[in-house]
């Protein structure tokens, strides 16, 4: 067992060590680099990628969550000019949002949701051809839907799939999701036994008068029984789907499972995968008062503790993980009414399953600092290579943990991926002062809200920064996701050596 090493990294624990940019001022990196901003105006840019001949591409995803927005779904490639163009428009022919985007074998795979709101991957041609090869995800009626999609080197294609709900029931958070799609729950890869436990909720659907019991792996309003057995699923949530790209119906099945909102994956030199997770929200329904968002070793198989462990694998029913008993709703195992703790959710012992070995703990990020779609660095980084880079999204203010009272995230980590790594997040870019720079009055000067990391042919990181977003609390009151995301705030930054 891997002794426990891991090291959180404040925003300010290594800003000694960085550097101002030239071009940025208040943005600090590590000297010996520099930044560059190569792109703006964009709106929701979510992935960047690179097709056989070098060329440049931006997918913008055309809206957020389950959200009709007033934006395009598209396409964009780096033209000769330094300008970005569509080149593919997406409108009408998927769902938003666009998460992920790759290219393989002459075209781009993107992950999306179907017109009923399952998750879905898709291949696109550059002439604009869609055709959908995997559908029917479930837990993609919620906040969470397939994230990134990269190809393996075993040619298989690799996905990452949010879970459906925040702690393992579909609660009070997700009402604009459950009144658009009211059979979306939870899912999981394997044949798993329930303890049973129900929360009480105030009954939101069709006039929103009296409680309904809703249980944990059901769709809202669904009470469970205490060992009441939920099936597995090949196409589940929380989870990494692998398939070939050729049959994908046919092939796909989970490689690793038990995340709460897979984001991003990549792989190292020795072809050892690591995978990026937002970890729970301390939220209504079942809130978990973690410390952590995870970074882990990817082993074949493995279940990662959702919805039952702490992102450090410890039990969410230590005293440490619990709200203040009043966040916590009526609770009742089966119809019998129970003390308001942090219960189990699953019977381990007769569902198979042990708690997560913590080797697989790679580094401990923030809570809510949101890892999103890393990257490892090449051989050319010298001293960095084989590195993971972590974009960290940043948190969503009080809507993911309404006791914060300071940003989360909003930078880019590094971790060592060899064995004999400390498991330790350094920080490599991130603004002088903490929180995003819309939140200091500098919007377009320093990082925002970092979602993607890539290495491109050219060796140099591109950092895909999806823009600037705010609470607003008119959006409540109107049935929406209570975040309102600014068009055309989103870059692209590029990050080279300094020769």
């Known amino acids: 067992m891997m002794k426990e090493k891991f090291t959180e990294l404040s925003h300010d624990a290594d800003s000694k060590k960085l550097k101002a940019s030239a071009n940025f001022p208040m943005i600090r990196l590590p000297e010996g680099y520099e930044i560059e901003r190569i792109a703006g105006g964009l709106t929701y840019p979510t992935s960047v990628t690179w097709d056989d001949q070098g060329n440049m591409y931006i997918a913008e995803a055309g809206g957020t969550f389950l959200d009709e927005e007033d934006a395009s779904a598209r396409i964009l490639r780096l033209e000769a000019d330094g300008m970005f163009r569509e080149v593919v428009n997406l409108d009408g022919k998927i769902y938003p949002a666009i998460s992920g985007m790759t290219w393989h074998n002459g075209a781009f795979y993107i992950t999306h949701r179907e017109m009923d709101f399952h998750g879905a991957v898709s291949r696109v041609t550059l002439d604009g051809e869609v055709t959908q090869i995997l559908g029917g995800i479930v837990d993609s009626k919620s906040d969470h839907q397939p994230n990134d999609i990269r190809v393996g080197r075993d040619g298989r294609m690799y996905v990452c799939v949010g879970i459906g709900g925040n702690s393992g029931y579909m609660d009070e958070n997700m009402i604009p999701f459950v009144l658009k799609a009211p059979d979306g729950h939870p899912t999981t890869a394997k044949d798993i036994v329930l303890t049973g436990y129900n929360i009480e909720l105030p009954d939101f659907r069709e ?13 809202f309003g669904t009470a469970t029984e205490p060992g009441q057995v939920i099936k597995g699923r090949n196409k589940c949530g929380g989870s990494i789907l692998v398939f070939d790209p050729e049959n994908a119906e046919a092939t796909v099945m989970p490689y690793a499972w038990g995340f709460r909102n897979a984001i991003g ?21 079942r809130p978990i008062n973690d410390y952590h968002d995870g970074t882990y070793r990817v082993r074949q198989g493995a279940w990662y503790g959702w919805p039952d462990f702490a992102a450090n694998f410890e039990p969410v029913i230590d005293a440490k993980f619990k ?8 609770t009742f195992k089966g119809k019998e009414r129970v003390a308001k703790e942090l219960h189990f959710l699953i019977d381990h012992e007769a569902s198979g399953l042990e708690q997560p070995d913590k080797s697989m703990i790679l580094a401990l990020h923030e809570v809510n600092s949101s890892p999103s779609k890393p990257d490892v660095a090449p051989q050319s980084w010298g001293e960095y290579a084989d590195h993971l880079f972590v974009p960290e999204y940043g948190d969503f203010q009080w809507i993911t943990n309404p006791m914060r009272d300071k940003f989360a995230g909003n930078r880019i980590a590094r971790v060592e991926t060899s064995g004999s790594g400390e498991n330790t997040l350094h920080a490599f870019i991130q603004n002088e002062k903490i929180g995003p720079a819309s939140q200091q009055g500098q919007l377009g000067e320093g990082i925002e809200r970092p979602y993607d990391v890539k290495f491109g042919p050219d060796g140099a990181m591109y950092i895909v920064d999806f823009g600037s977003h705010r609470t607003s609390l008119k959006r409540i009151a109107d049935g929406h996701f209570p975040m309102e995301f600014d068009r055309g705030t989103g870059m692209v930054w590029r990050v080279t050596k300094i020769k």
């Open 265 to 285: 994956i990549a792989w190292n030199r020795e072809n050892e995968m690591f995978i990026a997770v937002n970890g729970y929200d301390n939220a209504a329904g």
């Open 323 to 330: 709200p203040s008993s009043s966040a916590i709703p009526p």
């Open 207 to 219: 006039g929103g008068k009296g409680t309904v019991l809703t249980g944990a792996f059901v769709p």
